[in-house]
Structure formats: C-alpha cells, structure tokens
C-alpha cells in the first residue's frame, strides 16, 4: 500500500539507534523512526524475530514512519552483546531464547518511551513476526495500554506442555481471556510453526472469550513470506498482508488516546 501522500508535499523523517530503559530498568537499544512535524503521530512498537535484531528490522520500522507512526524496535538481545546480528541471536538462542517477563519488560519500556514524546497521540499497537509474533501475542495479553496488536506467523503461541520452559513457563494461549486489545494474525497455509491447525485453535480461543480479532490465512505461503530477502517471499501475498495490516493500525490508531 503507497502512503497517501501528495506529490507536492513535504516529507520527511528522523531514524537513529537510541537508548531506552526495557526490564528491571536495563539500559538497551532501540532504532526510533518517526515522520518529521508535531505530530501527533501514532506508535508501533516492533518486535523482532528470531534471526535477531536486523536489518529488515530496520527497514521495517521506517517504513512506519514512512505511513506516519513513531515506531521503535527494542534490541531484545542486548544484553547478550553486540556483533554482527546472526551472531548474536546465536547467543541468545543457545541461552535458551528471551525470557518472556524480559520481553514484557521491554516492550513495555519501549512504549513509555513513545509516549513520553511530545509529538505521540498516545495510541500504541505492537507488532512482531516470527518468534516476534509469538511475543506480540503474549505482550498483548500481559498489559493493558496496548491499543491493537499485529502477529504475522508467531509459532509456539501454542504450546505443548513438553515445550514449556523456564524462560518460557507459560503458553501464550492460555493468557488468551487476558488479551486486552484487537489482535490482527497473519499466516501461510505451508507454515510449520504455527500450522494451520494451531492457528484454528487460537482462533477458537478467541471466539470463545470474545476478542476482537482477524485472521487471515494465505495460501501458497509458508514461514516468513513477507521477508523479501529470503526464498520463502511470496509478492502478492506480503502486499496484500502489508495493506491489510496498515488498514487494521489505521482503524485502531488513529484517533488520539
């Protein structure tokens, strides 16, 4: 989807890695992007997949920016070093992956520090992908200033008990009563993680304690299809999700809070 702007007009925008204070009041880093004015502009919150913190990350929060929200995306893996990406997600994964309360922590903190800025309307939505996805859903449910929240493919949202650990104690699903906002999910029929039939027990969840949501379910589509980098990109599936996605933000976020 183009941003509805005018060829006459004036645009522009800020993106810079920033510090923020995520769980138990760490220091980590973020990369903001936002549209240049006073705003208010609406923040998005982005949670990074499993491959790390990187530059599809990046290019993805500016073009938030660019469809004019302030969007951050918090270095979930910080406090496992610095380095080339791959690298350090290869830490974070041999640890066992983020503890959840830790995601939570940080997130949370992510979204204080947007609506701490003058130009925010105070509406916030938090999207994720991947593992991210899975994250989305979970933050979603454990706290209640979110306005609407984005899952494209987040595996492990359903969990066997086998599955659980220390880190991650507790299967998203079950928080699914807690969900406090409109959850849109986007998925591939080919995907693994979730599967199909993962997703329909979600959605059942959801049917069944009333949460506003929807679903969509791509065929032809695996894991990771809007990632134009790697071999599993399907063009008129991510546009089409892409549109669907800003459609969804722009119902929830855009009046002021």
Not at 190 to 209: C, F, M, N, R, T
Request: glycine share 10%.
């Amino acid at each position: 989807m183009s941003h509805a702007y005018q060829t006459d007009m004036y645009e522009g925008m800020l993106a810079e890695t920033i510090a923020i204070h995520g769980h138990n009041g760490d220091s980590i880093n973020a990369y903001l992007a936002r549209p240049l004015g006073t705003g208010p502009f609406p923040g998005v919150v982005l949670i990074h997949h499993m491959p790390g913190w990187d530059e599809w990350y990046r290019e993805a929060t500016r073009k938030f920016a660019h469809h004019g929200y302030a969007a951050i995306s918090p270095n979930l893996y910080h406090r496992h070093g610095h380095g080339a990406p791959d690298d350090v997600a290869a830490k974070a994964r041999a640890a066992g992956g983020v503890p959840d309360d830790q995601v939570v922590g940080d997130v949370e903190g992510a979204m204080q520090y947007l609506r701490s800025l003058p130009y925010s309307s105070g509406k916030i939505g938090v999207f994720g992908t991947c593992s991210g996805g899975r994250q989305t859903v979970l933050v979603a449910s454990k706290v209640k200033a979110i306005d609407a929240a984005v899952d494209c493919w987040g595996g492990r949202v359903v969990m066997s008990q086998e599955e659980l650990t220390p880190h991650q104690p507790v299967a998203p699903i079950d928080y699914t009563k807690d969900l406090a906002c409109p959850l849109l999910g986007l998925f591939g029929e080919d995907d693994q993680s979730p599967p199909p039939k993962q997703v329909e027990q979600h959605e059942q969840e959801l049917k069944k304690h009333g949460k506003t949501y929807e679903f969509h379910m791509y065929p032809n589509a695996g894991h990771g299809f809007f990632y134009y980098d790697r071999s599993a990109y399907r063009q008129e599936q991510a546009v089409d999700g892409w549109n669907k996605l800003f459609a969804f933000f722009g119902r929830y976020l855009s009046t002021p809070a």
